[in-house]
């Protein structure tokens, strides 16, 4: 599994795996993405975990429609999936244990 943190406000768009953009046809399925019941709170913002299958390698994230008119972010792409090691050692480092 891989996982990363999503600001409160936001969901998840386009999904893409090692051919491209995530085929819901081909795969017969949606990507499995889920929203662990756990977060941390980074600059007075609430960041959720969330736990994505190894064939997603990018998901493009945007602010949910009421928040989208007061952002100046349309949308962003992650490229950079993090492990459960080091969700573990972000979870450490901001509760300093």
């Known amino acids: 599994m891989k996982y990363f943190f999503l600001s409160e406000g936001w969901n998840v ?5 090692f ?3 995530w085929n819901e046809a081909s795969w017969r399925r949606k990507p499995e993405i889920d929203r662990l019941n ?3 709170c980074e600059n007075n913002e609430k960041l959720w975990l969330y736990q994505v ?4 390698i990018m998901l ?3 602010p949910a429609e009421e928040s989208a008119a007061n952002s ?3 949308q962003v792409v992650l ?3 993090i492990t459960a090691e080091q969700v573990i ?3 450490c480092a901001d509760y300093h244990l």
């Open 19 to 21: 051919g491209g953009l």
């Open 89 to 91: 050692e972000k979870i």
């Open 72 to 74: 100046t972010i349309g």
């Open 53 to 56: 299958e190894e064939d997603v």
């Open 38 to 40: 756990l977060h941390i």
């Open 79 to 81: 490229k950079r999936l």
């Open 60 to 62: 493009e994230v945007k």
């Open 13 to 17: 768009g386009r999904v893409w795996e």
